[in-house]
């Protein structure tokens, strides 16, 4: 512990690690929930202040969440911080990834403020992160086809297994 779930918008991040949290019997910390409790919805931060602003907020919150014995779901783009990146290398880290078709039945109708043209923007980052989540995950797992509860118990079992 901690363990931390990284990899793209839309992969399942916070409904997988909220259910891993549960089924190790440890708290659950959504990074990205924690930074609208206390500067409000994500894209008008991103509207008001901009992306700089954002990672700053994102990176104390990721910090402060890392140094807890949790189960850590981080936002897409909080792996771009080489400090984050730091700390992650002293977790258990999870990614999780997602096909482009899958994605774009799960961001439908969403706001998000780094997807002004969908799906192609979300494949346009995706491909610029993977080699950075590649490269911090511990395991991966794709969560295109299988089911949220499959995956969840397949990582606690691999949790208590390097345990």
Known sequence: MPLAFIGPMAAGKTKIARRV?????????????????????????????????????????????????????????????GETRADLGRCGVVYLSVD???????????????????IEDWQRIFDERRPVYESLADIHFDTSTRSVGDIADDIVTWTREKS
């Open 21 to 81: 949290a549960r089924g190790l019997s440890v708290p659950f910390i959504d990074t990205d929930q924690r930074i609208v409790d206390r500067y409000g919805p994500i894209a008008e931060i991103f509207s008001r202040e901009g992306e700089e602003y954002f990672r700053v907020i994102e990176r104390e919150v990721v910090a402060e969440a890392l140094a807890e014995e949790a189960v850590v779901s981080l936002g897409g783009g909080a792996v771009l911080d």
């Open 100 to 118: 482009a078709a899958a994605a774009a039945k799960r961001i439908r109708g969403r706001k998000r403020p780094l997807l002004a043209n969908g």
